[in-house]
């Protein structure tokens, strides 16, 4: 939804969310159609790579320990529910904002909400 780029990050544990040092990371485009699932299924692969990559290296003792920098998000379920719901008929939505959320509520139980009705739009391939 926020155009930031996507991909998955290992790195060392500390007290905040996904703050710790960065031991590797691997990013991937936006394609302009992947959905949230394809992108979900993509960061797994991505998450268990760089797991088996870099697993010797912590273990020795010599991953490296990289500070991370600004640009990184996540996203709560409260943050996922506020940008699906709109206020109809004061709320209007953009084609693309239609595409966008059709993209990033493919996968799991979101939807968009529409004066308490959940709307879902599926993404098709053909």
């Given at each position: 939804?926020?155009?930031t780029?996507?991909g998955?990050t290992?790195?060392?544990?500390d007290?905040?969310?996904?703050?710790?040092?960065?031991?590797a990371?691997?990013?991937?485009?936006?394609?302009?159609?992947?959905?949230?699932?394809?992108v979900?299924?993509r960061?797994c692969?991505?998450?268990?790579?760089l797991?088996?990559?870099?697993?010797?290296?912590?273990?020795?003792?010599?991953?490296?320990?990289i500070p991370?920098?600004?640009?990184?998000?996540?996203h709560r379920?409260?943050d996922?529910?506020?940008?699906?719901?709109?206020?109809?008929p004061?709320?209007?939505?953009s084609?693309d904002?239609?595409?966008?959320l059709?993209?990033?509520?493919d996968?799991?139980?979101?939807?968009?909400?529409v004066?308490?009705?959940?709307?879902?739009?599926?993404?098709?391939?053909?």
């Amino acid at each position: 939804m926020d155009s930031t780029p996507m991909g998955a990050t290992l790195h060392w544990m500390d007290d905040g969310f996904d703050t710790g040092p960065i031991i590797a990371q691997e990013r991937f485009d936006d394609d302009g159609v992947m959905t949230s699932r394809e992108v979900y299924e993509r960061q797994c692969v991505l998450c268990v790579k760089l797991f088996k990559d870099n697993l010797p290296l912590v273990l020795s003792g010599k991953a490296p320990s990289i500070p991370q920098g600004p640009g990184g998000t996540y996203h709560r379920a409260q943050d996922i529910v506020a940008a699906t719901t709109y206020h109809y008929p004061h709320d209007t939505l953009s084609a693309d904002r239609v595409l966008k959320l059709a993209r990033a509520t493919d996968f799991g139980s979101y939807g968009i909400d529409v004066q308490g009705t959940k709307l879902t739009i599926r993404v098709v391939r053909q």
